[in-house]
């Protein structure tokens, strides 16, 4: 199932043309259903009023006609813990239509994440993507700590403030003049490959664990 936490929204198939959620409008034009899914699907999945999580919540592929859709949850997500959401096989998408509050938040690989209203990332956001994955914030967003690790998918988010930043100096997604640590100054040595970059599930992995893969001091 595409949504690992507990307890589980209560998913309803509704035709595309019924649900009113047009993607092209929700990327800001960067992705449409068609893009992810090679046509567009006949069905959203789609959950009507808020969703709170105890956590963790682990939102990823699997194999079955499930994934090859967008979810819409028609509200707020909370998540009491961490959060994943990454993709491999496929490019199933999550819109939360209003706001994301989680404890710490990973988005990797092919990972496809909009929220409509605020994300609010308590500790910390860890980003790495290839080239299809997706996170979009259409509110406010803030967070602890911002690990960007690898420069590549579309990442939209308003303006960062606030957060400790770490990545590559020449990233695309701080902004002209943020202070940014780079990834030996700021992630602990175990979790870097021999790059020197954060490796996605040793960093997913100790988040989910409730380690945090931040240097401190």
């Not at 019924?18 to 259903?33: M, N």
């Not at 990973?106 to 997706?134: I, K, M, N, P, Y």
């Not at 701080?174 to 602990?188: I, K, P, S």
Request: glycine residues 14%; charged residues 25%; proline residues 5%.
């Amino acid at each position: 199932m595409f949504f690992e936490g507990e307890p589980r929204p209560v998913w309803e198939r509704v035709p595309v043309g019924e649900a009113g959620h047009d993607l092209g409008e929700i990327s800001q034009e960067s992705v449409y259903l068609e893009d992810l899914y090679g046509e567009e699907p006949e069905y959203l999945f789609v959950h009507r009023g808020d969703v709170t999580v105890a956590g963790p919540l682990v939102a990823e592929d699997d194999w079955g006609d499930e994934i090859s859709t967008m979810y819409v949850i028609e509200g707020d997500l909370t998540v009491h813990g961490p959060a994943v959401f990454r993709n491999m096989d496929s490019n199933t998408a999550l819109y939360v239509t209003g706001s994301v509050r989680v404890r710490d938040l990973a988005c990797s690989w092919h990972g496809q994440l909009f929220v409509g209203g605020a994300l609010v990332v308590e500790g910390v956001l860890f980003t790495r993507f290839d080239d299809a994955g997706h996170l979009v914030v259409h509110g406010s967003f803030s967070a602890g700590v911002w690990i960007e690790g690898g420069g590549r998918g579309a990442i939209y988010l308003p303006e960062v403030s606030g957060a400790r930043l770490i990545g590559a100096a020449d990233g695309p997604y701080f902004g002209a003049g943020a202070v940014v640590e780079g990834f030996a100054d700021g992630v602990v040595a175990e979790f870097l490959d021999e790059d020197g970059r954060p490796v996605r599930d040793l960093v997913e992995k100790a988040l989910l664990d409730g380690r945090s893969p931040v240097r401190v001091g």
